[in-house]
């Protein structure tokens, strides 16, 4: 019903830039929430940060000032532009999406991720 798609990423040295981008179609009614998570080698996955419907975004503090989140309503996308990145910064970042959607029978609920995309940060 949702489909998630992701592009961004790469290889950059510390201090470097990189930018994700997240575009999500389908049978979609209203976005709740929707941004971007990641999991690192041995790590369990953790927000890096997210936008609401309600226009509020959150970010981890690990990452404030350094990482912005836009939002595009109108084409269902979110970027998020990492500067300054740093070598903790390495990991796979998947984007998430929790909407309502059309069904059938009326309205539902789906929570989709992405297939994520390698960022990694090293000199």
């Known amino acids: 019903q949702v489909q998630v798609v992701e592009s961004g990423g790469g290889s950059v040295q510390p201090g470097g830039s990189l930018r994700l981008s997240c575009a999500a179609s389908?049978?979609?009614?209203?976005?709740?929430?929707m941004g971007w998570y990641r999991q690192a080698p041995n790590q369990q996955r953790e927000m890096v940060a997210f936008?609401?419907?309600?226009?509020?975004?959150h970010y981890a503090d690990s990452v404030k000032s350094r990482f912005t989140l836009s939002r595009d309503n109108a084409k269902n996308t979110v970027s998020l532009q990492m500067n300054n990145l740093k070598a903790e910064n390495t990991a796979v970042y998947y984007c998430?999406?929790?909407?309502?959607?059309?069904?059938?029978?009326?309205?539902?609920?789906?929570?989709?991720w992405g297939q994520g995309t390698q960022v990694s940060v090293s000199s």
């Open positions: 998430n999406v929790e909407a309502e959607v059309v069904t059938s029978t009326g309205y539902g609920r789906s929570n989709v």
């Open positions: 389908g049978m979609i009614f209203n976005i709740f929430t």
């Open positions: 936008t609401t419907s309600g226009g509020r975004t």
